[in-house]
């Protein structure tokens, strides 16, 4: 399992757009996608659960990857979330 904790930097936190892309993201990874913010973990690749953690400007989210292309998929997951929250 490989894990990247970031910190959101956007001014609307995770909103509709960027978290729309993201969920696209990470549903073409085979692994399992997780992220959790205040001991709330959710899937990853469900846009409901991802908006619904509720994620603001500063606050903390840790994002999980296990399975067979880990590796890939922290990579370009962790470099969404720097690009784009």
């Known amino acids: ?16 757009r960027p978290a729309g892309l993201f969920v696209k993201e990470a549903a ?3 692994c399992a996608v997780t992220i959790s913010k205040d ?4 899937d990853a690749k469900r846009i409901l659960g991802v908006m619904g953690l509720g994620a603001k400007q500063g606050q903390e989210i840790v ?6 292309d880990e590796e890939e998929a922290i990579a370009k997951l962790s470099k969404f979330l720097e690009e784009n929250l």
């Open 1 to 16: 399992m490989k894990e990247f904790t970031y910190v959101i930097k956007d001014e609307q936190g995770i909103h509709a």
């Open 28 to 30: 073409a990874c085979e």
């Open 39 to 42: 001991g709330k973990e959710v």
């Open 63 to 68: 994002l999980k990857c296990d399975g067979a």
